[in-house]
């Protein structure tokens, strides 16, 4: 896109028409063009580049203080239950009455998200999200919370999350257009590790001084950083996707775009996959400290920061990258499943909180790549119904996989649990890469003597012009 600054208003005219003035040559070049395979989407900007557009830094700064309060809630919400009950199990009903939404209705959410203008759905949704956050404060505070009461509540955050995801996920593009996306969905990334890392903390010393209730009530008062940025943003400055009439077959068009497309079409078989079975570890986890380790709370806690530590750490690292090509969300993918594996035979506490940081790191980089590969890999009108799907699969699996995963863990231990995962993330990895690889028309390349900026393994076209050479340049 032209233009000699990200605040520039005319920056998305002059993108969206060859006419428009101000278009410089550059930007009418094939090798420069809005896809997901130009040569500039390939090349790595700075670590915080997409932060000089101005909107996104009101979003940015409105999700730090968001997705700690958010942080702070599940905490809260989770010793809320379990000071109720006594029982892990009602801990995993709540979790799953916040995740079965997204599960069943995950794909009209997608379909919510291309039919209405994401920046006003967002302000619909957060406070939504800050209303029943309030709620839950009130019931808490004055002491006639129940059991019942907090799941009703999961249950109708899970379905406002429902449509916030997708219209979340697609409104970046918006504020930062193709050129910073890479970036910015890194970054959106490395604040969610941030606050993975505060909020929690902050949540223990808030229930200990005055109760659960108090967390949910910073958790509403945090929604407003969020709407407050949304109102506050420059709307000459956004480059809206225009909203699809409300016809018939929306949701099947959507499922059809993603089918016929095997650059977003594998990457959401592998996401499902990898969100379905490779990531359980608060299941895996509290095995893993009380039934290997033998180890108490303060030890638990500590992998979960170790984990924490390194997905921000991919996240920054994904930061500094330019958009993801399909070999590198495989490579990602398989080595996430091989360090679970390897963990699994991890021989005491401090090498496997090691090899956590390391799968935290692997982890976030398949997560951050998927989603900016599918949305730069997307048009417009498609960008809800896609990304709608990428949380239905990455996220909508936890109902299906937790449960398999907690009887592998019951019946033959933590270890063979955490086998497993890997063995069924790497293999999924692979398979996946091997398909685009043959549909791609690529084979591996083995050069002992690359030369000056050679590479000794690199897959290349089989022949001089691939049969698919979109897919091909994206892998």
């Known amino acids: 896109?032209?233009?000699?600054?990200?605040?520039?208003?005319?920056?998305?005219?002059?993108?969206?028409?060859?006419?428009?003035?101000?278009?410089?040559?550059?930007?009418?070049?094939?090798?420069?063009?809005?896809?997901?395979?130009?040569?500039?989407?390939?090349?790595?900007?700075?670590?915080?580049?997409?932060?000089?557009?101005?909107?996104?830094?009101?979003?940015?700064?409105?999700?730090?203080?968001?997705?700690?309060?958010?942080?702070?809630?599940?905490?809260?919400?989770?010793?809320?239950?379990?000071?109720?009950?006594?029982?892990?199990?009602?801990?995993?009903?709540?979790?799953?009455?916040?995740?079965?939404?997204?599960?069943?209705?995950?794909?009209?959410?997608?379909?919510?998200?291309?039919?209405?203008?994401?920046?006003?759905?967002?302000?619909?949704?957060?406070?939504?999200?800050?209303?029943?956050?309030?709620?839950?404060a009130v019931l808490t505070v004055?002491?006639?919370?129940?059991?019942?009461?907090?799941?009703?509540?999961?249950?109708?955050?899970?379905?406002?999350?429902?449509?916030?995801?997708?219209?979340?996920?697609?409104?970046?593009?918006?504020?930062?257009?193709?050129?910073?996306?890479?970036?910015?969905?890194?970054?959106?990334?490395?604040?969610?590790?941030?606050?993975?890392?505060?909020?929690?903390?902050?949540?223990?010393?808030?229930?200990?001084?005055?109760?659960?209730?108090?967390?949910?009530?910073?958790?509403?008062?945090?929604?407003?950083?969020?709407?407050?940025?949304?109102?506050?943003?420059?709307?000459?400055?956004?480059?809206?996707?225009?909203?699809?009439?409300?016809?018939?077959?929306?949701?099947?068009?959507?499922?059809?775009?993603?089918?016929?497309?095997?650059?977003?079409?594998?990457?959401?078989v592998l996401a499902g996959f990898i969100g379905t079975f490779g990531f359980n570890f608060p299941t895996l986890l509290s095995g893993f400290a009380t039934d290997t380790f033998h180890v108490g709370a303060g030890q638990y806690g500590l992998l979960n920061t170790a984990m924490a530590v390194g997905s921000l750490t991919g996240a920054l690292l994904a930061a500094r990258r330019g958009a993801p090509r399909l070999r590198g969300l495989v490579g990602a993918a398989i080595g996430f499943g091989a360090l679970e594996v390897l963990a699994a035979f991890a021989p005491g506490y401090w090498t496997f909180a090691l090899l956590l940081t390391l799968i935290g790191v692997f982890g976030l980089s398949f997560n951050t790549s998927v989603n900016a590969a599918l949305q730069l890999g997307t048009e417009p009108a498609m960008r809800g119904r896609v990304m709608g799907l990428l949380v239905l699969v990455f996220t909508g699996g936890t109902p299906i996989g937790a449960p398999i995963v907690g009887w592998v863990t019951a019946s033959y231990g933590p270890r063979i649990g955490l086998l497993a995962c890997g063995l069924v993330s790497a293999l999924a990895a692979t398979t996946v890469g091997l398909v685009l690889a043959r549909s791609a028309e690529l084979r591996l390349r083995l050069d002992l003597h690359p030369g000056r900026g050679g590479r000794v393994v690199a897959l290349v076209p089989r022949t001089p012009v691939g049969a698919k050479p979109a897919l091909a340049t994206a892998c």
């Open 142 to 268: 004055a002491g006639v919370v129940t059991p019942y009461y907090v799941y009703a509540f999961a249950l109708l955050l899970g379905l406002v999350t429902v449509v916030d995801n997708p219209a979340r996920q697609a409104f970046v593009s918006e504020m930062v257009g193709p050129k910073h996306l890479a970036n910015a969905v890194s970054l959106n990334a490395a604040n969610f590790q941030t606050a993975r890392l505060v909020g929690p903390a902050v949540a223990g010393l808030l229930i200990a001084a005055v109760g659960s209730g108090w967390a949910f009530a910073v958790n509403a008062l945090s929604f407003a950083a969020v709407i407050g940025g949304l109102l506050a943003m420059r709307e000459s400055e956004l480059r809206p996707t225009e909203p699809i009439a409300r016809e018939k077959g929306q949701l099947r068009e959507g499922l059809r775009y993603v089918k016929e497309r095997p650059e977003l079409f594998w990457p959401l």
């Open 1 to 136: 896109m032209p233009g000699n600054g990200d605040d520039d208003p005319d920056e998305r005219t002059a993108a969206e028409d060859p006419a428009a003035p101000g278009r410089s040559r550059a930007a009418t070049s094939p090798r420069t063009a809005d896809s997901p395979t130009g040569a500039r989407f390939t090349r790595p900007g700075g670590m915080f580049s997409s932060l000089s557009v101005r909107n996104y830094r009101y979003y940015f700064a409105g999700q730090v203080v968001s997705n700690t309060g958010t942080w702070m809630q599940r905490i809260a919400q989770d010793w809320l239950v379990l000071s109720l009950t006594g029982s892990p199990l009602a801990v995993g009903i709540t979790t799953a009455m916040q995740f079965l939404p997204m599960l069943l209705l995950g794909l009209f959410g997608g379909v919510l998200a291309d039919r209405m203008p994401k920046r006003r759905l967002l302000i619909a949704t957060q406070g939504a999200m800050g209303l029943l956050a309030a709620g839950l």
